[in-house]
């Protein structure tokens, strides 16, 4: 497929996409199947079925629209996307996304996470993704293989991206030197979590922290901020120390020696009539951070879940997705990222997510207008 195909249409780019049936069989292309889908999906269709059955009641619509002859049985979806090649319609949508995109200007912070996504299906398929939270869009995936785990997938992930000066952020199983190490290869920087699957290195910078503190912060590399929030009978303060002093992590871990900053965030959170709790927590990154700057950095991390992860659940019903192919699998869950993204950057006068999406499904003509490039 090629690299880049500006202005086409998606219609066109998903022509794209290597066909496995016979060219004397063929009644409907992949690319009239996979739009029919991802109309049906946007219009709050939430399986293969579904979508059948949805096109089949709208069947003249898409005749009108699409110049359809007929519209595909939900037999002809399944076989579709079990068969067809994930990285080629991943391909598929990221050119026609980024073609949209590329004149948007956002911050550059990507957020890796991995997720289940087919938990009633007898083999879960557990997926890796790069979440792009300034356009709510997913850069890439990488399916976690048998006998395999996020600590081996993700540096895959990452090889497969252009993240030249992008600030990437991972969970602690992240947290790595190798995969830190690949970052900076790629001219990015890392933001991650220090938990104890990195003890050493771990206690050392929590004793070096709290020895700071209890010294009265004397250290002029040292920077405190504190934020509070309350809400739904919880108040939690967040308090932050970010130390950018810190030569000796080269000495006693020369394979962490590219840190230059970390902080300690100490969280108090405390529910009506309960007793307050506190958790401690260490992040790290090769940039020089101040308190303020890692306390932004590390909220902004959890966009994936709420940007991605649960309306991808509660409106999507990804965790739903039952078949026995986990390629129909990933190839679906393909397409629901797809369509969150579309949903999300959709012009609007300041509905919400639901909202948007509920209005597109009582109108088809504006969800053809969102893909065609009028987003």
């Known amino acids: 497929m090629e690299n880049s195909i500006e202005n086409a249409s998606l219609m066109q780019i998903l022509s794209e996409i290597t066909d496995f049936r016979n060219p004397n069989q063929i009644t409907y292309t992949v690319a009239e199947v996979l739009i029919v889908v991802i109309i049906g999906v946007i219009a709050g269709m939430k399986n293969s079925l579904h979508i059948g059955e949805f096109a089949k009641a709208n069947k003249l619509w898409f005749q009108t629209k699409l110049g359809l002859e007929n519209v595909p049985s ?8 079990t068969f067809i090649s994930y990285n080629e319609l991943e391909a598929a949508f990221a050119i026609w996304l980024d073609d949209i995109f ?9 957020k890796i996470d991995g997720k289940k996504i087919d938990k009633n299906s007898r083999n ?7 979440f792009l939270s300034g ?5 890439g995936a990488v399916r976690i293989h048998e006998y395999q785990n996020e600590i ?7 090889k497969k991206l252009y993240i030249k000066g992008y600030l990437v952020s991972i969970d602690a199983i992240g947290t790595q030197s190798d995969i830190a190490n690949l970052i900076l290869k790629q001219e990015a920087n890392y933001l991650l979590p220090v938990k104890k699957n990195q003890k050493l290195l771990y206690e050392d910078l929590q004793l070096y922290a709290e020895t700071e503190i209890e010294d009265g912060l004397k250290n002029k590399n040292c920077t405190v901020f504190e934020t509070y929030n309350e809400g739904h009978g919880r108040l939690e303060k967040r308090k932050c120390y970010a130390f950018n002093n810190i030569d000796w992590i080269k000495e006693f871990h020369p394979k962490w020696s590219h840190i230059k900053s970390f902080c300690l965030l100490v969280s108090t959170g405390q529910e009506k009539n309960k007793k307050a709790v506190k958790t401690y927590r260490v992040f790290i990154s090769n940039l020089l951070l101040n308190a303020s700057e890692f306390i932004y950095e590390i909220r ?3 966009s994936i879940e709420n940007q991605l992860h649960w309306p991808l659940n509660q409106s999507f019903s990804e965790n739903k997705i039952f078949s ?3 390629n129909f699998v990933i190839n679906f869950s393909c397409i629901l990222t797809t369509a969150l993204t579309l949903i999300y950057n959709l012009k609007s006068n300041n509905l919400s997510f639901n909202l948007q999406k509920l209005k597109l499904s009582w109108n088809l003509d504006l969800i053809l207008e969102c893909l065609y490039l009028k987003v």
């Open 102 to 110: 590329k004149n948007k200007h956002i911050r550059k912070r990507l």
């Open 135 to 139: 356009l709510n869009q997913v850069k």
């Open 324 to 326: 026995k192919s986990s």
């Open 152 to 158: 081996t997938t993700i540096p895959k992930l990452i």
């Open 300 to 302: 902004d991390h959890w």
């Open 74 to 81: 939900h037999d002809t979806i399944d076989r579709i996307l």
């Open 124 to 130: 879960t398929t557990t997926i890796v993704r790069a």
